[in-house]
């Protein structure tokens, strides 16, 4: 006889977890790397020498500089994010944590109660969607075009939130390579964010995860390097650009906001080896690795740019990313991706369904979000072309596939 | 100008973190561990193995294996905990955790909510009596002894909280070199307080982070062994035998609790150097290591004990720890160790107070818990030294110092 847990655990809790069972033949969700960029000899070349020289620095929590996490690593995100991004930054004013993931976290659980609102580019990460849900919060869609989230859509959002009495907690915002609509924000729409944050007194929370992985150009200035008065928390990652796995993100934030969240992070530090092999690796070699990532991915993104063109034709609707990681693709309005995002599973291909993606699920519908990153260009094209199968299958499109009229 | 966050953050959040200023000259406090006894160089050999072998798992959240964590780790878990504490463990019922403290995180996160009532050892880690505090949590201590916690005592409250109509959430313990008492529970009172957990059907969580640092022996069987029900959820840590920095713990639960824990768990996986430095480190090293490490705290632990007898003489009253990293002293009834660890602090020596370590604060008042696994010697003699010095300062005693009268 089990002992029955049921009664002790609390009754708001999500739905228990799945035993994992392997990654899909065709795995097109998530935000894994290319696996041939990964640089692990060389991470492990750095840290052997870090370790060497400052290993006894393990035997203590914080590797002795504190919770913000391992200084040189600070100094070199100080330092990245000024050369890259115009945005001096104080080591002491970069908290370290899991992934972006922690980093987002840690925000939503220091500013959000249930009933706030939030305001948010109307496609979006499904994950920040899920947790401000699980939190009870609003969330309010603004229009994303080609250049980002809309200014004029977000001055009347902003309006509109005011006349209902509601200050919204934040603008939550993936300025660049936006996440799923690979939208890149230009600097005048960023000023403007700004401008109305300003205007209405309100905080901006700029997730710029996958800013360095850009196919070409510089990336933008953040916007929190436009802003002098600590309104914008920032959060980046090493995960799409070094390897996910390394679970290393980091927060920018004035000290007076940074000191409040910090006390949220009860985990006693994050994991010290990849702290020690970025801040090692990294002022040598990421420049170059991730110039090198870049160019895989454009040329993955473009092969899965002409398997959605190959395998279905003119019903796959798409703007081709200018960076990052995923496609977002826009089907024929009898298409439901949920449904579709079944049927794939079944037969191996995963995929995200643009419901989940969407700050409105019933436009999110016809959508799904493709990530390229991971599979080789043979399984990018083999899982698109079985993709399209299962979409005539279930929906009587595309009509034709791999050329041929059906 | 700057921005004014305080309208937007959440109106009970915890004080504001303070800047890091660095570690105290003579740091007896935190969970720090030997620093020469840190096998770094070890750990990045056999990390160097398996990213050489494994590296491209890098590139995926979850190191492909699921959100448990890495499975070779795992696997080694699960066969290390056989081995040692009797305990047959499913790999596929380990959650690989950021230290214990995010596993502690977990379980409190999906059992309580303000209001419940957890039972506990009287005197207890301050970040657990901590944690529950902020979760509006009430706590009840149970008398510990010489041998843990008493199990006539467990039963008496166990007794007077149904009366009362209360049902527990669980009864927190640290059986094995408890946190601050040291002490280690036979295995007549383990099974004692699993029959007790069964008559009252209360689940136990049992935090067993210590307990590879027995001086001496094998360390007793866990009571999640004796428990063929899954009433036990258990956590553990490589934080204490090999590295604090590396931050790595696991939870162990029947697959029925812990599939409801893993969705609380949102940080995209532990790190991955980690995981996977332990799981080709430990096969080879890891029993060895622990030997001579607990060799190592030992001489330590005599170190402290000598130098409290040399400068504190009959003022300092303690038992010699059987294993672990700290001693709880306990000194005469006019010292009140919150002022103590004040005036020791400002002369650059730390500790922790006995207030913060106790269900019962007043009880703690004369009462101080002291780490000796990080100094070296020298230090712990200095150091302890210095207090007796600021201890005569403030309370008058210890009368007499260094052997000599005062």
Same mark, same amino acid.
Not at 133 to 157: F, T
Not at 275 to 294: I, K, S
Not at 344 to 364: F, K, L, Q, R, T
């Given at each position: 006889?089990?002992?029955?847990?049921?009664?002790?655990?609390?009754?708001?809790?999500?739905?228990?977890?799945?035993?994992?069972?392997?990654?899909?033949?065709?795995?097109?969700?998530?935000?894994?790397?290319?696996?041939?960029?990964?640089?692990?000899?060389?991470?492990?070349?750095?840290?052997?020498?870090?370790?060497?020289?400052?290993?006894?620095?393990?035997?203590?929590?914080?590797?002795?500089?504190?919770?913000?996490?391992?200084?040189?690593?600070?100094? $070199?995100?100080?330092?990245?994010?000024?050369?890259?991004?115009?945005?001096?930054?104080?080591?002491?004013?970069?908290?370290?944590?899991?992934?972006?993931?922690?980093?987002?976290?840690?925000?939503?659980?220091?500013?959000?109660?249930?009933?706030?609102?939030?305001?948010?580019?109307?496609?979006?990460?499904?994950?920040?969607?899920?947790?401000?849900?699980?939190?009870?919060?609003?969330?309010?869609?603004?229009?994303?075009?080609?250049?980002?989230?809309?200014?004029?859509?977000?001055?009347?959002?902003?309006?509109?939130?005011?006349?209902?009495?509601?200050?919204?907690?934040?603008?939550?915002?993936?300025?660049?390579?936006?996440?799923?609509?690979?939208?890149?924000?230009?600097?005048?729409?960023?000023?403007?964010?700004?401008?109305?944050?300003?205007?209405?007194?309100?905080?901006?929370?700029?997730?710029? @995860?996958?800013?360095?992985?850009?196919?070409?150009?510089?990336?933008?200035?953040?916007?929190?390097?436009?802003?002098?008065?600590?309104?914008?928390?920032?959060?980046?990652?090493?995960?799409?650009?070094?390897?996910?796995?390394?679970?290393?993100? $980091?927060?920018?934030?004035?000290?007076?906001?940074?000191?409040?969240?910090?006390?949220?992070?009860?985990?006693?530090?994050?994991?010290?080896?990849?702290?020690?092999?970025?801040?090692? $690796?990294?002022?040598?070699?990421?420049?170059?690795?991730?110039?090198?990532?870049?160019?895989?991915?454009?040329?993955?993104?473009?092969?899965?740019?002409?398997?959605?063109?190959?395998?279905?034709?003119?019903?796959?609707?798409?703007?081709?990313?200018?960076?990052?990681?995923?496609?977002?693709?826009?089907?024929?309005?009898?298409?439901?991706?949920?449904?579709?995002?079944?049927?794939?599973?079944?037969?191996?291909?995963?995929?995200?369904?643009?419901?989940?993606?969407?700050?409105?699920?019933?436009?999110?519908?016809?959508?799904?979000?493709? @990530?390229?990153?991971?599979?080789?260009?043979?399984?990018?094209?083999?899982?698109?072309?079985?993709?399209?199968?299962?979409?005539?299958?279930?929906?009587?499109?595309?009509?034709?596939?791999?050329?041929?009229?059906?």
């Amino acid at each position: 006889m089990s002992f029955d847990f049921t009664p002790f655990l609390r009754a708001d809790l999500p739905p228990a977890a799945g035993r994992f069972g392997g990654y899909a033949e065709f795995n097109f969700v998530g935000g894994h790397s290319d696996a041939g960029s990964v640089p692990g000899d060389a991470l492990v070349a750095a840290l052997a020498k870090v370790v060497h020289r400052d290993g006894k620095l393990l035997a203590n929590y914080g590797l002795s500089h504190g919770a913000l996490g391992y200084l040189p690593l600070r100094e $070199y995100i100080a330092t990245m994010l000024e050369d890259r991004t115009g945005m001096p930054t104080d080591p002491g004013e970069i908290l370290i944590t899991t992934g972006s993931l922690q980093g987002m976290d840690l925000v939503n659980e220091a500013l959000l109660l249930p009933g706030d609102t939030v305001i948010l580019e109307d496609v979006n990460y499904g994950g920040q969607l899920s947790r401000l849900r699980k939190l009870g919060v609003n969330y309010v869609g603004v229009e994303v075009d080609k250049g980002g989230m809309r200014m004029d859509a977000l001055a009347d959002v902003l309006a509109a939130q005011k006349a209902a009495g509601v200050t919204p907690k934040f603008i939550y915002t993936i300025p660049t390579v936006q996440n799923p609509s690979a939208t890149v924000m230009g600097l005048p729409r960023r000023q403007q964010m700004l401008d109305l944050a300003r205007e209405y007194g309100i905080p901006i929370f700029e997730d710029d @995860c996958y800013a360095d992985l850009l196919w070409e150009g510089e990336r933008p200035q953040t916007i929190r390097s436009l802003d002098d008065q600590g309104q914008v928390i920032y959060c980046g990652s090493f995960s799409k650009t070094v390897a996910p796995g390394l679970r290393t993100g $980091y927060l920018v934030a004035d000290w007076a906001v940074l000191s409040r969240l910090m006390p949220l992070k009860t985990d006693g530090g994050c994991g010290a080896l990849e702290q020690m092999a970025l801040a090692e $690796y990294c002022p040598d070699h990421y420049d170059a690795h991730v110039n090198a990532l870049r160019q895989t991915l454009k040329a993955k993104a473009e092969t899965m740019a002409a398997a959605l063109e190959e395998y279905f034709g003119t019903t796959a609707e798409f703007e081709m990313p200018q960076g990052g990681i995923f496609i977002w693709v826009t089907l024929p309005a009898e298409v439901d991706t949920d449904r579709l995002t079944k049927a794939a599973g079944a037969a191996g291909v995963a995929i995200n369904p643009g419901s989940e993606w969407a700050a409105d699920a019933s436009y999110g519908r016809r959508r799904l979000r493709i @990530c390229f990153a991971h599979p080789e260009k043979q399984q990018i094209r083999d899982g698109v072309a079985r993709l399209a199968e299962v979409c005539h299958a279930e929906f009587g499109v595309p009509l034709r596939s791999a050329n041929v009229e059906r």
